[in-house]
């Protein structure tokens, strides 16, 4: 019988989105800085004959049960590296607690940590060599501009679309509220508005430089890297979703060091200085918006990872 493989998939936050013009391909260019998550799914995966995904846990809800589930994809884009393409078959789970469509690169996490099982368990069960780390990395960039980061983790600057990573060095630990939204934002439509936001003349000029956040993340100091974040993107999310400002506001009145729309939205992420902090930022934040669910989490966490 097949083993049953298990894998964490971990959040992300970009502590700093910066975001240049649309290239030829449609991409931006970025300077962003991304960190991982303690918050995270779970993903497992069993080779068999039939192929069946199974979508469990809070932020289940809108996620693909069919093969164009980027973690599926991922599965397959493995299988026919191993050069073995019709050994993409048997049973994926997710159980979600990562908000989706919510910019904290969850179906990306998933993606990632489907790599790794994928390799692990269709390599055994073929009996070959696993791909190397770096192919996949490789694919990972193919799957997303998130993927190679969720499985990188930890705290790196990502140029090019969001995959070109360089670790950074990062001192302290942070804790972070993390306000959800029932309605997700499609991340196409808020770069779109930032380029119409560019073209009338307002929205955020690129901010391409990271040092700011860099120095604060070497001081490891809360304070320092609340007054160095920023998000270019935020001003178009706030364009589409006018009702996020409010989320901001109530977060800060509570108590966050700072709020700050997470990638493209509309999930908020706010810096705080202490676990108590954060849970009252969540308990009113969550009191004064209708459709908003909060939780705390803590940062940076590790990139995708098997589970013994
Ligand atoms: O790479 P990913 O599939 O996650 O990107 C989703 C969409 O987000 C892209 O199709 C594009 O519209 C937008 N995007 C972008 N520039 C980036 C990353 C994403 O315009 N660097």
Same mark, same amino acid.
């Given at each position: 019988?097949?083993?049953?493989?298990?894998?964490?998939?971990?959040?992300?936050?970009?502590?700093?989105?910066?975001?240049?013009?649309?290239?030829?391909?449609?991409?931006?260019?970025?300077?962003?800085?991304?960190?991982?998550?303690?918050?995270?799914?779970?993903?497992?995966f069993t080779p068999g004959p039939e192929t069946e995904i199974v979508v469990t846990g809070p932020h289940a809800a809108g996620v693909p049960t069919t093969p164009d589930?980027?973690?599926w994809r991922a599965i397959t884009a493995v299988a026919a590296a191993l050069g073995k393409p019709e050994a993409a078959t048997g049973t994926l789970r997710?159980?979600?607690?990562?908000?989706?469509?919510?910019?904290?690169?969850?179906?990306?996490?998933?993606?990632?940590?489907?790599l790794l099982l994928a390799n692990q368990a269709l390599s055994e069960e073929i009996g070959c060599a696993p791909v190397a780390h770096k192919m996949l990395y490789h694919i990972a960039a193919d799957l997303g501009s998130d993927v190679p980061f969720t499985l990188m983790g930890g705290t790196a600057l990502g140029r090019g679309r969001g995959e070109l990573l360089t670790q950074m060095l990062a001192r302290g630990h942070y804790t972070w509220a993390i306000i959800t939204n029932a309605e997700g934002l499609s991340t196409p439509s808020v770069f779109r508005k930032l380029d119409e936001l560019r073209a009338a003349g307002r929205g955020s000029s690129p901010h391409l430089d990271t040092e700011a956040v860099g120095k604060a993340l070497v001081n490891g100091s809360p304070h320092e890297l609340a007054a160095a974040?920023?998000?270019?993107?935020? &001003?178009?999310?706030?364009?589409?979703?006018?009702?996020? !400002?409010?989320?901001?506001? #109530? $977060?800060? =009145?509570? *108590? /966050?060091?700072k709020g700050m729309v997470s990638g493209s939205g509309p999930t908020c992420a706010f810096l705080c200085e202490d676990a108590?902090?954060?849970?009252?930022?969540? &308990?009113?934040?969550?009191?004064?918006?209708?459709?908003? !669910?909060?939780?705390?989490? #803590? $940062?940076? =966490?590790? *990139? /995708?990872a098997l589970v013994e």
């Open positions: 019988m097949s083993s049953r493989w298990t894998a964490r998939a971990h959040s992300k936050v970009n502590l700093h989105l910066g975001v240049g013009d649309a290239r030829e391909d449609g991409f931006h260019e970025l300077a962003t800085v991304f960190q991982s998550l303690e918050l995270h799914d779970e993903v497992s589930n980027l973690a997710l159980t979600k607690n990562i908000p989706a469509a919510g910019g904290m690169a969850g179906g990306s996490a998933d993606a990632a940590a489907a974040m920023h998000n270019d993107l935020q &001003a178009a999310a706030l364009s589409l979703r006018p009702d996020l !400002r409010k989320v901001l506001d #109530t $977060g800060e =009145a509570a *108590g /966050a060091l108590d902090t954060a849970h009252e930022v969540v &308990a009113q934040v969550c009191a004064d918006n209708r459709g908003t !669910r909060g939780l705390v989490t #803590t $940062g940076p =966490a590790s *990139g /995708a």
